[in-house]
């Protein structure tokens, strides 16, 4: 992908320097001299990297930090700051800014910074689901109203307030984000730092200075000292999202800062406090990643005191009518469109497919609908071929990856799959008469019953 960057300078000599550097790497670059211009340029221009100084007339660098976090809030903003302006740097850092670079700054520092934010906006594009506050039945911009979600809710509500450690699992794409921010917000820390990591856009050589920060002279390219999350996050909160990520010899360094609440920058030997709430997610299986050797057992428990679980969108299926109608309304706003609804057929369809990418696969699969869709509902016609196909008829499947999932695991996923599937179908056929069903499905009407505990399905409407 050919990202673009914004160079945001007052100095003409710097914004040529950076913009020949950086069409070497073989980035799209465009320029401002302020910040006036570089709102004009966002506006105009697909921008997935912001660099910018702070000092400059007009509009500032800070003000400008504020405009893009308000209005392109998956946009990383990377600020080049002088000697007297680094405390305002490391302040916006704690506001949500990217990283800082100081002046005058290694180049191998800058090419490093900017690929970590490329990587990082990938990430953040993919997952970004708007949050909406309290609309569409929602709490915490998390939308749904299944038994699955109500206990996430209360969850929340009871630990958001307090200091303990939360790990959230789940797969990719169930919103594992909003929650951590969710935890935030609704916390006495909510006016202090929200530190978010996501260690999965970070080359795992970086990770230990990342977090902990480092002193000039610590390794190549270290020309300036420079704080790690951990310091930036001080009595706020430290979101480490992607924590299977982090390398095994910086997680004895992790656990110590988790029981002591200190740590030395790398190359440093003063010792640092802090008071950090940390909240941790992953859609790995940290459990078989212990007895696989690659992650601490003892760090496992200290991070897992409050468990958090998001269910895949397969598993709270009522759910998906109020999501299609947010996206709708979202993508009507922003495609400048007027769709009314969208049909009960199509919407059956959906709810029957088997989401292998969860929320996010849901939002992307509703903004193409809305693009496409030429009437005034959206139909079972207008859907993509392999989410049309999954009902009714034989239920669609979606194989497991294969790879770190053992045989057996993948067979009693599919096989609880089909089931599950198979049970839907039927108990729609019947409109949800129990009796008929079983008989459809040639099994005895307890057994129905038993598996319609086990998939959730006893208070849905069909």
């Known amino acids: 992908m050919n990202h673009a960057i914004l160079v945001v300078d007052d100095e003409q000599n710097m914004r040529i320097v950076l913009q020949a550097m950086l069409q070497r790497e073989g980035y799209t670059v465009f320029t401002a001299e302020d910040g006036q211009q570089a709102i004009e340029l966002l506006r105009s221009k697909p921008v997935q ?55 005058p700054f290694d180049k191998s520092e800058l090419k490093l910074a900017i690929e970590k ?38 969850v929340i509500d009871k630990v958001a307030d307090t200091p303990s450690t939360v790990l959230i699992t789940g797969e990719s794409g169930t919103g594992k984000e909003l929650v951590a921010t969710a935890l935030h917000e609704q916390s006495s820390r909510r006016e202090r730092p929200f530190i978010k990591v996501n260690l999965a856009a970070i080359p795992k050589t970086l990770i230990e200075s990342e977090l902990f920060g480092h002193e000039k002279g610590a390794f ?120 009314k609804g969208i049909d009960d057929e199509a919407l059956a369809k959906l709810k029957t497919y088997h989401w292998p990418g969860n929320i996010r696969e849901l939002e992307n699969v509703m903004e193409r609908l809305v693009l496409f869709c030429d009437g005034d509902e959206i139909g079972a016609d207008d859907l993509p071929e392999g989410i049309s196909q999954g009902a009714p008829g034989t239920p669609h499947v979606n194989v497991m990856p294969v790879t770190g999932v ?57």
């Open 117 to 154: 934010a490329t990587r990082t906006f990938e990430l953040n594009a993919n997952s970004h689901v708007e949050r909406s506050g309290e609309i569409d039945g929602s709490r915490f911009g998390i939308i749904g109203s299944s038994r699955e979600i109500r206990r996430v809710f209360e």
């Open 406 to 462: 053992g045989l057996k695991e993948i067979v009693r996923e599919t096989t609880a799959q089909v089931e599950r599937e198979l049970i839907i179908q039927a108990l729609r056929e019947t409109k949800g008469n129990v009796t008929h069903a079983a008989q459809k499905l040639m099994i005895s009407r307890k057994s129905l019953q038993n598996k319609m505990k086990e998939f959730d399905l006893r208070d849905t409407e069909f």
């Open 49 to 103: 990297v912001v660099v910018s100084d702070l000092k400059m007339p007009r509009m500032d660098g800070m003000e400008l930090f504020h405009f893009v976090r308000n209005h392109y809030p998956v946009v990383p903003f990377i600020i080049m700051t002088a000697h007297g302006t680094v405390d305002s740097a490391v302040e916006a850092l704690k506001l949500g800014a990217f990283d800082y670079i100081s002046k």
């Open 220 to 339: 190549t390219g270290a020309i300036n000292s420079k704080p790690g999350r951990f310091e930036l996050a001080h009595n706020g909160t430290l979101f480490l999202d992607e924590i299977g990520e982090i390398p095994v010899e910086v997680q004895v360094k992790l656990l110590r800062v988790i029981q002591e609440q200190e740590f030395e920058r790398v190359g440093g030997i003063k010792t640092y406090k802090v008071e950090v709430r940390l909240v941790a997610a992953t859609n790995r299986d940290l459990q078989k990643s212990c007895e696989e050797g690659s992650f601490r057992e003892d760090l496992y428990y200290r991070l897992n005191v409050v468990p958090i679980h998001l269910p895949p969108l397969r598993q709270r299926r009522e759910d998906i009518a109020m999501l299609t109608g947010h996206f709708l309304k979202k993508y009507n706003r922003k495609l400048s469109k007027n769709l």
